[in-house]
């Protein structure tokens, strides 16, 4: 599904956030993307969602080279994945339901399919009794479940989490990391980047260590460390 090879990325002061970077990551699979800060997992998923473009290399999802994708091809792209933030980002003046709705509304959907979509995405992460409520009137947790049900109401083939529980409490932490279990166990991959050591030797998925930019360790039903 997604291939990396040979993967550069180097930025204007020379400082190089990932070096010679390969690997495979296969549909279905779950996988934490970890490192000590500055290790280059931003870099990383950054380069997935075409936030970043390598500086040398190739990155291919589905056969597609997306990083010779044009800014006019990009929005196809995101639409067939989720991308979950560690602040949320989140529309503070909206409503949860437009919150979710937002990112659907623009693809010509017609108002009973759209209030389908986020009915369910609002029941996976368990907030289909808050959706009139606004993202100031919940909690940290919450609120980054809204990102969740945000990042799949559109049902992506794939699923990007970059430091999804980077500030939150263990239990929330918990809580978020087993809804991205149960959407991986619907068939949809998933990438998580993450300093949560206590979360990734919990889980038991695959574990890909960077540091300074290179591939230093890939194990199946790995540990933190």
């Not at 956030?17 to 490192?35: H, P, R």
């Not at 602040?87 to 659907?104: G, R």
């Not at 009139?132 to 990007?160: K, T, Y």
Request: charged share 20%; aromatic share 8%.
């Amino acid at each position: 599904m997604i291939q990396f090879r040979a993967v550069t990325k180097k930025y204007k002061n020379d400082h190089y956030a990932l070096k010679n970077v390969n690997l495979d990551i296969m549909s279905g699979e779950f996988v934490f993307i970890v490192g000590a800060s500055g290790a280059g997992k931003s870099t990383l998923m950054k380069l997935l969602y075409t936030e970043e473009r390598p500086t040398s290399g190739t990155v291919t999802i589905c056969g597609k080279n997306i990083a010779k994708l044009s800014n006019d091809q990009v929005p196809s792209l995101r639409r067939w994945m989720g991308i979950i933030f560690q602040d949320y980002k989140l529309l503070q003046t909206h409503t949860i339901y437009d919150n979710v709705a937002y990112v659907i509304r623009t693809l010509g959907m017609s108002s009973k399919e759209i209030n389908a979509r986020v009915s369910g995405a609002l029941k996976i992460v368990g907030l289909y009794d808050k959706m009139n409520a606004f993202p100031s009137e919940l909690s940290g947790g919450e609120q980054q479940r809204v990102g969740i049900a945000r990042a799949i109401v559109n049902g992506p083939q794939l699923l990007i989490a970059d430091e999804p529980t980077g500030n939150l409490d263990p239990k929330n932490s918990m809580e978020i990391m087993q809804i991205l279990d149960q959407i991986n166990q619907r068939g949809i991959t998933v990438i998580v980047s993450t300093h949560d050591n206590a979360m990734v030797d919990y889980f038991r998925k695959r574990v890909i260590t960077l540091d300074n930019g290179t591939v230093v360790r890939d194990i199946q039903a790995g540990t933190y460390e």
